[in-house]
Each structure stands twice: as C-alpha cells, then as structure tokens.
C-alpha cells in the first residue's frame, strides 16, 4: 500500500501564505494523477486542486488565482501553494490519487492542519 505523507499545514493570518507538501513512498506516483483534499470542520471532504502525471491542472473555484498545485516526480512529491489565504480555508489538508477520492479513510493519511484567523 502506498503511503502518503503530507507537512507543511500551520497557523497562519489571513492574507497569508503556506507551501504544502505531500511525500509518497511509492514509484506509482509518478504514473498516476494526484490531488489535495480539504475538510473542514462539520463539513465533508472536499477537492481542493488535482494535477495530472503530465501536469494538467484543475482547481476548485474558490481557490482558483490563489493556489497552485505542482509535483516533482523524481521526489515523489506533490506541493500546494496557498497564497492569500483566507479564514474559509481553515482545514485538514489531504493529499491522495483522486480515483481514492470516495474511500474511506482507510484510504487516507493523516493530514495536516491549515488555519486561517483574521
């Protein structure tokens, strides 16, 4: 089983910036579409940005101009850029192949912490 190790969350002001950054242990990151994931408290998981294995992108629209996901396959690494962050991004952060997007959470790291404060 692939693991996946994401850093990077923190506490932050609004306005502010945060680099994500998701390690896998495997070498099938590197064929495989990848994608960070949100959930805030009360609330379900959401999709926050996906990148292909050649590097096409998508965004959920309310972080569309403010972040920006990239990967380096050689370091089996996927990154989130977060600028400008707001309040309503406050959430754990998940990084995971977006054909595990429905799993249960068996299927997912332990993530890491965003929070936004005016």
């Known amino acids: 089983q692939v693991q996946l190790v994401e850093s990077g969350g923190d506490s932050v002001q609004a306005g502010g910036s945060l680099r994500l950054s998701c390690v896998a242990s495997?070498?099938?990151?590197?064929?495989?579409?990848m994608g960070w994931y949100r959930q805030a408290p009360g609330k379900q998981r959401e999709m926050v940005a996906t990148?292909?294995?050649?590097?096409?992108?998508d965004y959920a629209n309310s972080v569309k101009g403010r972040f920006t996901i990239s990967r380096d396959n050689a370091k089996r690494t996927l990154y989130l850029q977060m600028n400008s962050l707001e309040p309503e991004d406050t959430g754990v952060y998940y990084c995971?192949?977006?054909?595990?997007?429905?799993?249960?959470?068996?299927?997912w790291g332990q993530g890491t912490q965003v929070t936004v404060s005016l």
């Open positions: 495997a070498s099938i990151f590197s064929i495989n579409a």
């Open positions: 995971n192949f977006p054909f595990l997007a429905t799993a249960t959470d068996k299927y």
């Open positions: 990148i292909s294995s050649r590097g096409t992108t």
